[in-house]
């Protein structure tokens, strides 16, 4: 038997080398409870600085969620939301049989993938120039230049490159100019060109813009590093390649997941502002084709089908992006 030790009338037992015994641990929870509602109340000022936000979030974002019903329902608004024909599976059934399906997912990879690849690389690539650009004022125009592409509808950027690209524009005449071709190519007309083309439109228009977070973590960098490096007589390109790299990788493993994870939400300005009858079929995409076949036909439910297939999508997409740069995490990339 335990040896115990008796501190005394009234007093709790107390085995030797042991904790008292009958103390009852409600008191602990008091205490937890306490200090939750006392940190509570030191950061209730940020709390209702994000309350405003957190309100946008639920009716925005989750409440719609509800509208996911009627993917399998036969939705009619004139029978009120609830009084509607369930369906279940059948719209998506009809929607995994349907051949146009696959080519608007077929397109919207594409141009998804070369978006995400460009659009990563040329903003990567601007904002290493920009870094090492020595002439401050040189420096921030530039970067102040090409942030106004962003802010520039799709209908203007359309036009533009519509016109540049026409047979009578600046690049068919340049190019004859120049010798390199007889006769004007008709761009905007030529499926297999439609993908690069609407490629080449969001990297000039959102590098400036996609570039602002890879220069600022760029900024955040150690400049002892460089002066190491500098010491040891590494050159400006091995400098980049062994410092500045290697430093924003987080950065650009985030953005990537987050890229990734919207690689199906290309939208559809784009392709429906440079499209034509000519190359629909390359411009055809899977917000299009909701637009068009589901709301634009009044079969709700069926757009609601495809809405759901996206979410799905992007969130396994995701989840695969996020489990590879864990494993990437643990090696050297650069």
């Known amino acids: ?31 937890k409870k306490k200090s939750f509602w006392k940190r509570v109340k030191s950061q209730k000022a940020l709390i209702l600085m994000a309350l405003p936000f957190v309100i946008w ?21 004139q029978n009120g939301f609830f009084n509607q024909e369930w369906v279940f599976l059948d719209h998506f059934k009809e929607l995994f049989h349907e ?9 919207t990879l594409g141009m998804g993938i070369l978006g995400i690849v460009f659009g990563t690389l040329s903003a990567i690539t601007f904002a290493l120039l920009l870094n090492e650009m020595r002439f401050v004022w040189f420096k921030k125009m530039t970067q102040t230049i090409s942030y106004l592409p962003h802010f520039v509808s799709w209908v203007i950027v359309a036009n533009i490159v519509t016109t540049m690209l026409s047979q009578e524009g600046p690049i068919n005449t340049l190019l004859m100019g120049m010798g390199i071709i007889d006769n004007p190519i008709g761009f905007m007309s030529n499926p297999d060109m439609f993908w690069g083309i609407v490629t080449v439109s969001d990297v000039w228009k959102e590098t400036g813009w996609n570039a602002i977070i890879y ?52 939208g559809f300005e784009k392709q429906m502002l440079l499209g034509n009858n000519i190359v629909a079929d390359k411009a055809l995409v899977i917000d299009l084709y909701a637009l068009n076949y589901g709301i ?31 494993r990437v995490g643990e090696g050297r990339v650069f």
Not at 99 to 107: G, H, V
Not at 296 to 325: C, D, E, P, Q
Request: charged fraction near 15%; proline fraction near 7%.
């Open 99 to 107: 051949p146009m399906f696959y080519r608007a997912l077929e397109n």
């Open 57 to 77: 979030l639920l009716v925005f974002k989750y409440i719609p969620i509800a509208g996911w019903v009627m993917a399998f329902q036969n939705y009619k608004p």
């Open 215 to 266: 220069f600022a973590a760029m900024a955040g960098v150690d400049p002892q590093l460089y002066e190491a490096a500098k010491v040891d007589g590494a050159s400006r390109w091995r400098q980049m390649w062994h410092i500045t790299l290697p430093s924003i990788r987080p950065v650009i493993i985030v953005l990537l997941i987050l890229n990734i994870g919207n690689l199906i939400n290309i």
């Open 1 to 31: 038997m335990s040896k115990q030790i008796h501190l005394g009338e009234g007093e709790p037992v107390v085995p030797a080398g042991g904790a008292p015994i009958g103390l009852d641990k409600k008191p602990n929870r008091k205490l």
């Open 296 to 326: 634009g036909m009044f079969r709700y439910s069926f757009g609601t089908a495809i809405g759901i297939f996206k979410s799905v999508v992007s969130i396994v997409l995701i989840l695969i992006a996020n489990g590879f740069a864990k």
